[in-house]
């Protein structure tokens, strides 16, 4: 043992670059592993956030049983509580705004009353998201500072750093106007949000809120139920607790980010130990000439294997620690750099990296634990061969081509995939996915040949010319495991990133074709809730007649609504397993499709539309056919304000305002008929070739006077708010899964780097007998662009199907997607592993070309 | 004009109270057809030698010209141009590569140089008929024997016609049988097929096989004979040459 131990820091300490080169192989390998998992928590805790705050959504709102203002101290009480994330305290209060002091004025509809809302600006920007349309949002240390809405600086005549004043039980107060908020669009009044120090002191109420705002740090419903009850019994009866509705497709999103991100940590895992696994190979096949000799020497097996388990635990130990603290760093740095974007366009603050035991300890294990076994396996098998053979001067034996066990287990993955992707379960058709990946993990040495003569004939035809091309493609497919083992981080990655971009493209594409088809038209005029048509006034028939007058004008369209429920009873149409209740929306079957098409999923829009004009027939959403079961062709009987009428289903179609509601669509004159509902509640207008869009615009705003419960905006302007708080829910996951390519280029960097180093003597050979430096840095060049081309071709399948299993199953989580293929997401990730590739070769490549010739002749391998 | 022609060639390792000279102003000149041989105790200069004959280093001072070209002062691309075209080398270890088969091995020089494919191949597959490996141009290096790998070496050192082929140790790694083929087949090209031959070796009866040989001791060239044959005696002779060093 005594000998082992001497002999492994002699090699240590003996080959000072190679020590130095194995031990960075370890470091990356916990790096990204411990990095992205200490990560990961907080990204999660944002991306929580996030959504649930682009979504408007809290866990919990604590008010007072008698309905008035409380201690803001109970929420320092409630922010101890285990498992909440955030509390947020605000003091609201009405405030009427005078005729004396804000006459009326033409064009302007001046409210009579504002709430006046004090927050705490750090809380609340955590709990909701403050998106500004101009200045900047509230601090604590603000004083006579407002934020306010675009629709009130409008009404009041008010710009960014003018001030107007309010009366408050103090007196009236002049608050000066730093942020304009976009344009409210929710009913209730319109809100001037102070700092809540400053309202408890305009108020005469120092030190209370009105109400406390409550987020969880979990989506788990069997957690939150029982945080619920815990802030019930530790608060006591004094209080209310209102556990809003949660929208499904809040929490369908949440837990697909939290399936992306645990993925994540499963891959960066799986990463960081092929990295080590690949480097030890390596360098266990180079120390093959010297087990050899000492075995000649006289050494046992036992020996030599404890020399190398000792140098491998030693390096696992190393590299290990060094690991865990350029992990951290890395992780405190993400997170840093995260806390700037999220800040500046969220207002909230990520936390610091979370270090747990457990992580700790996995890390730990697997560091050192993956080092041995990479030490250890190789080193057995090189033991077996004899000391003779071992010390004959063989420049390396290229692996043999014949296919091993590992290939037989990838082909009946393989098999086993091609039948389960397509399966309608969803365990088995991500088994399937999984197995598909696994596959091609266990098939990669064998399809190294193929895949790079294939490569590697364009890039002889193309940048590696005279040879150069050939000597890279032979090198890889020399080491064919070794290659592929290399490959799997780049494969691994891309994956991933093509998987993801499967899901992303598809919800994007479902939601913006469906959102471009329902507002097709030029304008809208938006009521103060979309979607929930019960609490919004409408207008009469006239408001569109007057619109569809204007000169400018070609076309008005509009929605009608009524509260209905489908029935149960068998009677006249399909037995219901209980009364559903459903939104009827009215529409003009003839200028409906030319502003608003509907998105079929059954039936079509040649037929759909007629049907409707002619006769009791109806189109209901996804959402309906799903909770009711009806198909086209099934009666449906609706309840009606006037009895029960039987309706017959046309066909089954989406828009994207009513997506999450179960909705029916009927004509309006059915509507009339049956409901006797003749107001419209939203309108949708297209203006003639070549119209002056301002002179209609003026036009539609003198109209709207009367009508000040809606509100004028272009389509495209209403696309890109939806589109924006669609892109800042999910912002984030992109950034973090393009950091995940990161690790496969330092995987490629330090096998291309110590692959250098082995072939020292036959590059300077290549020198020797004519090649260029230029010519040499081209090879490790070629090497590495063939590499990462056999990583990403197989990264891109692998993503491509798991995507594709991924996108069929999302609707387990709420979701019904069509696939779209991941063009820009293939492209990138093809424009990142040459990128890398390249970004790869540099050193190595550079350290080739740089070798002294006679040195490098010289040099034992 | 000589083929090689050696001026005052220096070579100083090291700087101060411990720079080692490992040459010492020699000059050599070698004529077009000729085989000459340098031999020598270890650490005679030799290899340093031969490297700054090749350009595979550059000398402390002096200059070495090929075919009239003179080495020191070109850019290393041009030195690299010149090993492709001029010279050949055939080295102890045999360095072949290990992924290419006999025949891509012999072509490397002129694939390198940006002859295409086929060409290069069709000029190795006639110098490997030459060293009398003929049907051995699929085999990998693992597949051959030493001295079929060093006669591949020989083809490769020989593919892109050069003027000078320079050896270093050629025959260190093979047993005498194999090494005694491989002195004649270098006989050969400098006889037959009219390279100049530069061999370094420590082995009496293979430098028997060259027409002149160069004595080297502490970096300077100390004695040099004249072979007219190269039978059992010249090998004798040569031995006792050295053994007076």
């Not at chain 1, 190679?18 to 928590?41: D, E, I, K, S, Y």
């Not at chain 1, 096949?285 to 388990?309: Q, W, Y």
Request: charged content about 20%; aromatic content about 6%; glycine content about 10%.
């Amino acid at each position: 043992m005594k000998t082992a131990m001497h002999l492994a820091l002699r090699y240590l300490a003996g080959r000072k670059l190679r020590t130095a080169l194995t031990t960075l192989a370890v470091v990356f390998g916990v790096f990204v592993f411990f990095g992205m998992n200490a990560v990961l928590p907080s990204v999660m805790a944002t991306f929580q956030h996030n959504v649930q705050s682009a979504w408007g959504q809290v866990d919990a709102t604590i008010t007072h049983q008698s309905g008035e203002a409380f201690p803001a101290s109970v929420g320092a009480k409630l922010s101890a509580f285990p498992g909440v994330r955030v509390v947020s305290g605000f003091l609201s209060r009405p405030v009427n705004l005078p005729p004396s002091l804000y006459p009326a004025a033409k064009g302007r509809r001046i409210p009579s009353a504002v709430s006046l809302v004090g927050i705490a600006p750090k809380e609340a920007a955590q709990i909701r998201t403050y998106t500004l349309e101009e200045g900047r949002f509230l601090t604590d240390a603000d004083a006579g500072h407002a934020v306010i809405t675009a629709s009130l600086a409008h009404a009041l005549g008010l710009a960014l750093g003018s001030s107007f004043a309010l009366p408050t039980p103090s007196g009236m107060a002049r608050l000066a106007v730093v942020g304009i908020r976009p344009a409210r669009s929710s009913p209730g009044n319109e809100e001037v949000l102070i700092p809540l120090r400053e309202a408890g002191r305009l108020f005469g109420s120092p030190d209370r809120v009105s109400a406390l705002e409550v987020n969880f740090d979990t989506f788990d419903a069997t957690r939150r139920e029982s945080l619920h009850a815990g802030l019930r019994a530790g608060l006591g009866d004094e209080y209310k607790i209102g556990s809003p509705a949660t929208g499904t497709e809040l929490f369908a999103t949440l837990k697909l980010g939290m399936y992306a991100i645990n993925l994540f940590g499963l891959v960066a895992m799986a990463m960081g130990a092929f990295i080590i696994l690949n480097t030890y190979r390596t360098v266990v096949a180079e120390r093959r000439r010297d087990l050899g000799m000492l075995r000649a020497l006289g050494a046992d097996g036992r020996t030599l294997l404890a020399v190398l388990l000792i140098e491998g635990f030693l390096q696992g130990l190393a590299g290990t620690l060094v690991g865990l603290a350029v992990g951290w760093g890395f992780a405190a740095a993400l997170l840093a750099g995260l806390s700037g974007i999220m800040e500046s366009f969220m207002h909230v603050r990520t936390g610091g990296p979370v270090v747990s035991p457990l992580l700790v300890g996995i890390t730990a294990v697997l560091g050192i634990g993956m080092t041995l076994l990479a030490a250890g396996i190789p080193a057995r098998q090189a033991l077996r061969i004899s000391p003779l053979e071992a010390l004959r001067p063989v420049e390396g034996k290229t692996a043999a081509s014949r296919p091993g066990k590992g290939f037989w287990a990838g082909v009946l993955l393989l098999l086993f995939a091609s039948a389960a992707v397509w399966n309608p379960s969803a365990a088995v058709s991500l088994c399937g996915g999984a197995a598909f990946l696994l596959a091609l993990l266990l098939l990669a040495p064998t399809l190294v040949r193929p895949i790079t003569a294939l490569f590697g004939g364009l890039l002889s035809r193309t940048i590696a010319r005279d040879g150069v091309g050939r000597l890279a493609q032979g090198q890889l497919a020399r080491q064919p495991s070794r290659s592929a083992v290399t490959a799997s981080t780049t494969l691994l990655a891309l994956a991933l990133l093509v998987a993801t971009g499967s899901v992303m493209t598809s919800i994007t594409e479902h939601f913006l074709g469906m959102l471009k088809a329902t507002l097709a038209s030029d304008y809208l005029l938006i009521p103060p809730t979309v979607s929930v048509w019960a609490s919004d006034v409408g207008a009469k028939p006239e408001l569109a007649e007057k619109i569809r007058a204007l000169p400018e004008v070609s076309l008005v369209s509009t929605l009608r609504f009524a509260s209905a429920s489908l029935s149960s009873r068998p009677s006249m149409g399909k037995e219901l397993s209980g009364d559903t209740p459903v939104s009827v929306l009215g529409i003009d079957p003839a200028s409906f499709p030319k502003v608003s098409a509907l998105r079929f999923e059954s039936g079509n829009a040649r037929l759909a539309y007629p049907a409707l004009a002619s006769g009791r027939n109806l189109i209901l959403n996804g959402s309906a056919a799903s909770t009711t079961k009806l198909h086209p062709g099934d009666r449906a009987v609706l309840v009606t304000a006037r009895g029960l009428r039987e309706y017959r289903v046309v066909a089954i179609g989406n828009d994207y305002l009513n997506a999450k509601l179960v909705t029916a669509y009927v004509s309006q004159e059915n509507l009339r008929e049956d409901f006797g509902k003749i107001e419209d509640v939203f309108l949708q207008f297209n203006l003639k070739p070549g119209a002056d869009a301002a002179r209609a615009e003026m036009g539609v705003r003198t109209l709207l006077e009367d009508y000040p419960q809606f509100r004028l905006t272009r389509s495209q302007k209403y696309l890109a708010d939806n589109l924006a708080t669609f892109y800042s829910a999910f912002g984030a996951l992109y950034l973090l899964f393009i950091i995940l390519a990161v690790p496969s280029l330092l995987a490629l960097v330090n096998t291309l780097a110590i692959g250098v180093f082995e072939r020292t003597r036959e590059l300077g050979m290549l020198r020797a007998i004519g090649a260029t430096r230029g010519q040499v840095r081209l090879l490790v060049l070629a090497e590495a662009m063939l590499l990462s081309s056999l990583g990403a071709l197989l990264g891109l399948a692998a993503g491509g199907v798991v995507g594709r299993v991924l996108v069929s199953n999302a609707e387990h989580l709420g979701f019904t997607l069509e696939y779209s293929f991941p063009y820009v997401w293939m492209l990138a990730s093809i424009a990142i592993a040459v990128a890398f590739g390249a970004l790869a070769a540099y050193f190595p490549g550079r350290r080739a070309a740089r070798m002294q010739i006679v040195e490098a002749l010289r040099h034992e391998g | 004009m000589g083929i090689l022609q050696i001026d005052e060639l220096s070579k100083r390792y090291g700087e101060g109270e411990t720079a080692v000279v490992a040459l010492d102003r020699v000059s050599v000149k070698i004529e077009r057809g000729e085989f000459v041989a340098v031999m020598g105790p270890s650490g005679c200069g030799k290899s340093t030698l031969l490297h700054l004959a090749g350009g595979l280093d550059r000398p402390t001072s002096g200059r070495v010209l090929i075919e009239g070209t003179d080495l020191s002062g070109l850019s290393d691309g041009k030195v690299a141009a010149i090993r492709r075209r001029k010279i050949g080398f055939v080295f102890q270890f045999f360095n072949l590569i290990p992924i290419l088969g006999a025949e891509e091995n012999a072509a490397l020089p002129l694939t390198l140089d940006g002859v295409s494919p086929a060409a290069a191949r069709e000029k190795a597959r006639h110098w490997l008929a030459k060293v009398g490996l003929a049907n051995r141009g699929g085999n990998r290096p693992d597949q051959l024997s030493g001295g079929q790998q060093q006669r591949v070496a020989v083809a490769r050192a020989l593919v892109a016609e050069p003027a000078l082929v320079l050896a270093d140790e050629p025959t260190g790694n093979l047993d005498s049988r194999a090494s005694e083929e491989l002195a004649a087949l270098l006989r050969q090209v400098a006889a037959e097929w009219g390279r100049s031959v530069l061999m370094v070796t420590h082995d009496a009866r293979i430098a028997a096989y060259a027409d002149r040989i160069l004595f080297l001791k502490d970096g300077r060239v100390v004695d040099e004979t004249r072979l007219s044959a190269h039978g059992n005696d010249e090998g004798r002779l040569v031995r006792e040459r050295m053994e007076k060093l």
